[in-house]
Every structure is written in C-alpha cells, then in structure tokens.
T-cell receptor, first 111, second 114 residues
Framework: AQSVTQLDSQVPVFEEAPVELRCNYSSSVSVYLFWYVQYPNQGLQLLLKYLSGSTLVESINGFEAEFNKSQTSFHLRKPSVHISDTAEYFCAVMRSDKLIFGTGTRLQVFP | DARVTQTPRHKVTEMGQEVTMRCQPILGHNTVFWYRQTMMQGLELLAYFRNRAPLDDSGMPKDRFSAEMPDATLATLKIQPSEPRDSAVYFC????????????FGAGSRLTVL
C-alpha cells in the first residue's frame, strides 16, 4: 500500500534562510505526489504536484519539489523563506484514487 | 473564483446531540471527499463519493457517522449521537473524477463536543 512519511513534525528557520521539508513515500507503482499548505484556520491549498515528466516541479511562490524515484522521496525546498511561509505543509500520495496525507510539517519562520 | 463551501464554520454542541455538516462542492466536480483533522491523527479520510454514489466509507465510524449526497450540489456528514472524541475540524474537498486532478478543499467545519 502507498503511504507517506514526513520525517519532521516541526521545522524552525529564520527569514531568508533556505528550507527543506522532507517527504518519503512507499509505492511500487507509478505515483502522483502532491504538496499542500495549510495556513492557520484555513483549508488545505495545493502548492505543487508531480504526475509525470520533469522530476522537478515548481510553485508560483518559490517552492520546488523534486521527485526522486530511487530514494522514493519528494522533498519540498525553498531557497529563501518569508515570514508569510509560516504554515503547515502536507505531503500526499494518490492511492486507489484517494489522496493519502502525511502527518504534516509545521514550518515556523522567525524574523 | 470557484470554491468549496462548508457550513457551519464552527459548531459547539453537547455530547449526545446530532450534528450535521454540509458541503457544496465546486460546480462540475463529481467527486467529493470528507476528511477529519485532529492533532493526534492528522488528516483522516472518512468517506468519498463519485457521481453522488458512496465509493468508500471505510474510514468512518459506522455506528454514529453517516455521509450522503442528496444531490450533486450538496454533501452532508452527520454524527448522531456526538461524543467529545468527535471534536475535530472536518474538511470537504472536491475534484473532477480523474485522480490526477487537483483536490480543492473547503475552509472546514470546526466541531467541539462538550
């Protein structure tokens, strides 16, 4: 069965520093992978997705993620974070037509 | 800007009371999901529908929870009777049927059962 592991429950970082949020998945078949972001008291919003093709996918606000099949990873990165990036980030994998989420990583950006 | 609409946004009730949460999916989206979010369990899939038919409700406690889609513009999640352990944020999400399509979430219904 496909599942998702987010290794870090919290990631504190200073503003303008780079950040990486880790995500590993388990699957022996083709995967669809997603990162969603949840700001306080809001629903989840899609950040980026990997379906096929280029292994590096980017979002409009500077985040990127790289699909690494050999390491079964889909880590999320940003070279320079802003205070406004403070949120909960969820990695997800499609399994039998259903979206299965990891436990989330809380990114806290400090000034 | 198309969005998934959930009501109520907040609900406080007493143990034993019936709770009904409603969701209006995006027009044209034929697949609807219900998720529950808690600190302890994270995001759990409760049930999902395609073309109003329930496809999987294995994540839902059967004795007290029920989910329906009376029509294509309304999905409901009912808890009867409610218990304190049901306190959580309940999210509805919708998409067009293909799994590659993006799931759009509502803002959630925060339920507190006293």
């Amino acid at each position: 069965a496909q599942s998702v592991t987010q290794l870090d429950s919290q990631v504190p970082v200073f503003e303008e520093a780079p950040v990486e949020l880790r995500c590993n998945y388990s699957s022996s078949v083709s995967v669809y992978l997603f990162w969603y972001v949840q700001y306080p008291n809001q629903g989840l919003q899609l950040l980026l997705k990997y379906l096929s093709g280029s292994t590096l996918v980017e979002s409009i606000n500077g985040f990127e993620a790289e699909f690494n099949k050999s390491q079964t990873s889909f880590h999320l990165r940003k070279p320079s974070v802003h205070i406004s990036d403070t949120a909960e980030y969820f990695c997800a994998v499609m399994r039998s037509d259903k979206l299965i989420f990891g436990t989330g990583t809380r990114l806290q950006v400090f000034p | 800007d198309a969005r998934v609409t959930q009501t109520p946004r907040h609900k406080v009730t007493e143990m034993g009371q019936e709770v009904t949460m409603r969701c209006q999916p995006i027009l044209g989206h034929n697949t609807v999901f219900w998720y529950r979010q808690t600190m302890m369990q994270g995001l759990e899939l409760l049930a999902y529908f395609r073309n109003r038919a329930p496809l999987d409700d294995s994540g839902m406690p059967k004795d007290r929870f029920s989910a329906e889609m009376p029509d294509a513009t309304l999905a409901t999640l009912k808890i009867q009777p409610s218990e304190p352990r049901d306190s959580a944020v309940y999210f509805c999400a919708s998409r067009i049927s293909s799994g590659a399509n993006v799931l759009t979430f509502g803002a959630g219904s925060r339920l507190t059962v006293l």
